[in-house]
């Protein structure tokens, strides 16, 4: 069975601080992938990334970047410089390959970036 | 760019009636999800759809129903609603992949909001 652990329920920065949402997951598939969703207060999902299992390098979107590392089951999402419109649910979800490709999610992160 | 589209948006029920929820996939996409997320929960696989067929199932009710149709389109049927079924439905598609490697990146609508009273 899959897992994927959002220990931090809720998180409040001040804009322009760093912030990183953490993401624990596990499963015995050798093949997998992350994701990483967004939910706004309008509460629609919004994709992210997606990283497979195989691919450890990390990677640098604009302000966000994630790192993945399989030797602790982790693919941690930073925010560089918050500014108020990141303010939203993160979700963090595991995909087992040769599955029907459903997400399993985590429980989510409230993240809230004070001006 | 064309996204998933959920109809109705909001939708307000009494106890033990029946729900009907809609979805159009992304053209071309012909996988369907189906979710749930609970208030201050994380969404929950219920059903999936491939070529018309289920694929899988996860922690749906037996009260739901849910089918794929010719044109892709799919619909969640909820009977005998209850007071815990309000919740934000999301559908989700993603396109098929030859083989079984690979990810399908789900591309979620913008979700039905059910209010059971």
């Known amino acids: 069975a899959q897992k994927v652990t959002q220990a931090q329920t809720e998180i409040s920065v001040v804009e322009k601080e760093d912030v990183t949402l953490d993401c624990v997951y596990e499963t015995r598939d050798t093949t997998y992938y992350l994701f990483w969703y967004k939910q706004p207060p309008s509460g629609e999902l919004v994709f992210l990334i997606r990283?497979?299992?195989?691919?450890?390098q990390n990677e640098i979107s604009g302000r966000y970047s994630w790192n993945f590392q399989k030797s602790t089951s982790s693919f941690n999402f930073t925010i560089t410089a918050s500014q108020v419109v990141d303010s939203a649910v993160y979700f963090c979800?595991?995909?087992?390959?040769?599955?029907?490709?459903?997400?399993?999610f985590g429980s989510g992160t409230q993240l809230t970036v004070l001006p | 760019a064309a996204g998933v589209i959920q109809s109705p948006r909001h939708l307000i029920k009494e106890k033990r009636e029946t729900a009907t929820l809609k979805c159009y996939p992304i053209?071309?996409?012909?996988?369907v999800y189906w979710y749930q997320q609970g208030p201050g929960q994380d969404p929950q696989f219920l059903i999936s759809f491939y070529e018309k067929m289920q694929s899988d199932k996860g922690s749906i009710p037996d009260r739901f129903s849910a089918q794929q149709f010719s044109d892709y389109h799919s619909e969640l049927n909820m009977s005998s609603l209850e007071l815990g079924d309000s919740a934000l439905y999301f559908c989700?598609?993603?396109?098929?992949?030859?083989?079984?490697?690979?990810?399908?990146?789900?591309?979620f609508g913008a979700g039905s909001r059910l209010t059971v009273l």
């Open positions: 053209p071309r996409h012909d996988t």
């Open positions: 979800a595991l995909q087992v390959s040769g599955s029907a490709r459903q997400l399993t």
């Open positions: 990283r497979n299992s195989f691919d450890e």
């Open positions: 989700a598609s993603s396109p098929v992949l030859t083989g079984t490697s690979g990810a399908n990146v789900l591309t």
